[in-house]
């Protein structure tokens, strides 16, 4: 019974000296963002949209001419390299360009910034400043295992509050998330914060680890349901990305959809003009024209056939063969495609014309 009551005692000890021990400031989330503040920007950007006079206003004085519209947007990014090169999100970026992009640093030093490149379908960018000393960096060898469950901590510029600190877990891994006409693929999910400016900036793990780029929020008033782009893709575009911008690696050969479609599925799709409007009837500028399928292929399995319209493809609808749909460059063998055709069926008298979707399999 003496042994048991001293086991008791010593065991309440070390419980009360553990505690005594733990203060704020060597909390291991503490001690996380001290490491990877230094590494987390704020990105400001600043465009000018030509819009048409909305208001009673400018009807009067511009009598419905063109107006320039200031658009201003913010974001976050990590720091990648010493010398100034920065991953955000394509959209934190958008339709600025090479047009005005500031970046604060932690210690609120700002600093003008250039865009190096930008991919829209995976949405990710890499801008680059000009500091005057090696700049705090995320460490993109060495990456989070990303296991569910695990404690995550997002370093960001929500609504503007600089610097912000959520935390949270790890919620899932290969989610999906469709926003408008925009699906977003393979992406982590968590339950820490992600708002409006946190877009950009790093998702870490309890030993600073990067996980992923946050990218987007579930809803309007859903809570709890955030997304970030794995880290994994993130290293290896940012990894290209720099290669290109310093000579390393060539620039890569642009992606071109007719010749993607023929590969993976095995149809031919041409820009309607006004001659095929005419002869199949359909609207102008309403899809791309199949004008050839391939024998045994997998569009010929699903029965595309020669004059059929090519509406959609993914979730993205077609025009012309410059609209590359989001997420079809990284398609690989085995994976589904769903497109949607139309295509007028006889009924009785009369040519019906018919929407359907067919699902193709890349070969």
Known sequence: MRAISWLVCLSLSAAGLVAQNQTPDNEPAV???????PAVVN??????????????ADVYFHRGRIVQVPVRSLGSGAIVSPNGYIVTNEHVIGKTGSGDIKVTLADDEAHP???VRADRDLDLALIKIDAKQPLTAIDLVKLSPNL??????AIGNPVGYESSVSKGILSAANRTLTVGETTYDALLQTDAAINPGNSGGPLVDIAGQFVGLNTVKQGAGVEGIGFAIPAERVAAFVTQAIDI??????EPPPVDLAAMLQEKFGFHAREMDAALARQFGYPLGSGLMVDAVDAGSPADQAGIQRGMLLRSVGDRYV???????????????GDLLTVTLSFYH?????????????QLKAR
């Open 346 to 358: 006889q009924y009785g008298a009369r040519n019906v014309p018919v929407t359907v979707p067919a």
């Open 113 to 115: 910034a250039r865009l």
């Open 319 to 333: 025009r012309s063969l410059a609209d590359l749909p989001r997420n079809l460059q990284r398609i690989k063998s």
């Open 43 to 56: 990105i400001y950007t600043e465009t000018v949209e030509q819009r048409i006079a909305q208001t009673q």
């Open 245 to 250: 911008a310093e000579g390393r690696a060539p």
């Open 31 to 37: 001690q996380v963002v001290k490491k990877i503040r």
């Open 148 to 153: 569910p469950g695990q404690t995550v901590i």
